[in-house]
């Protein structure tokens, strides 16, 4: 299995609600991404857990909280967002994230609208 | 501060025809240099991938052409077809803080194939 799930695919919230986005993979992979992109633009990284640590966080506002509850899922919480969060997020994992042969698989995204 | 640099913006291409997309990059410590293809309403997926000590390298219609002193690279599609119309990204990778390491995306290359 080369996929990775993620769920909704399609989420619209308020700016007062709290939601969360799912990912999943079953590759047996230990790295896993957070991407935020909007319409036309390039994948930006958000996260990055390794071995379900936070390894890298590129400076993104707290109302963004991921959690990697085991190897195979990761978790986008969401609270209190902004229409400008309004994108596509994108899960990837790849085998691991220490090395530069590091090949990522994408999941098919979750187009979010902040109303 | 754009790491790499994409072009065309976009690109027209007949159907048979070779579409070629350049990227160049300044930072000599990028050391992995793939290729994602993305659909609309899709996640990218990892075309084609090269690393400096190769000079090219060619999968099916995709290849890859590699100039470490020039610091460039590029995507050459040979018999374009209408299929193979999307946004394609090149990327590099490099270490980011420890052992981890991250792609950093170009801005993206809107290839329409016409039939």
């Known amino acids: 299995d080369t996929e990775v799930t993620q769920t909704p695919k399609h989420l619209v919230m308020g700016m007062t609600n709290k939601k969360s986005l799912k990912c999943e993979q079953h590759m047996g992979h230990r790295a896993m991404y957070w991407y935020k992109q909007k319409a036309k633009k390039p994948p930006e990284l958000m996260f990055v857990?390794?071995?379900?640590?936070?390894?890298i966080n590129e400076s993104v506002p707290s109302r963004f909280s991921p959690e990697c509850p085991n190897s195979s899922l990761l978790n986008l919480h969401l609270h209190a967002l902004q229409p400008e969060d309004s994108a596509l997020y994108l899960c990837a994992s790849s085998q691991e994230v220490r090395g530069p042969y590091n090949e990522q698989f994408f999941g098919p995204g979750t187009r979010l609208t902040v109303l | 501060q754009q790491q790499v640099k994409q072009s065309p913006q976009s690109l027209i291409v007949q159907k048979g025809g070779i579409s070629i997309i350049n990227c160049a990059y300044e930072n000599t410590a990028f050391d992995y240099f793939p290729w994602y293809q993305q659909f609309p309403g899709k996640g990218p997926a990892l075309l084609i991938a090269i690393r400096p000590d190769v000079s090219e390298k060619k999968e099916g219609r995709f290849t890859i052409s590699f100039n470490k002193s020039a610091k460039q690279f590029s995507l050459h599609i040979m018999d374009s077809q209408p299929g193979d119309s999307a946004t394609y990204f090149c990327?590099?990778?490099?270490?980011?803080?420890?052992?981890?390491?991250?792609?950093?995306f170009g801005k993206g290359t809107l290839l329409t194939v016409n039939p």
């Open positions: 990327a590099a990778s490099r270490r980011s803080g420890g052992s981890n390491y991250k792609l950093t």
């Open positions: 857990y390794s071995y379900e640590k936070l390894s």
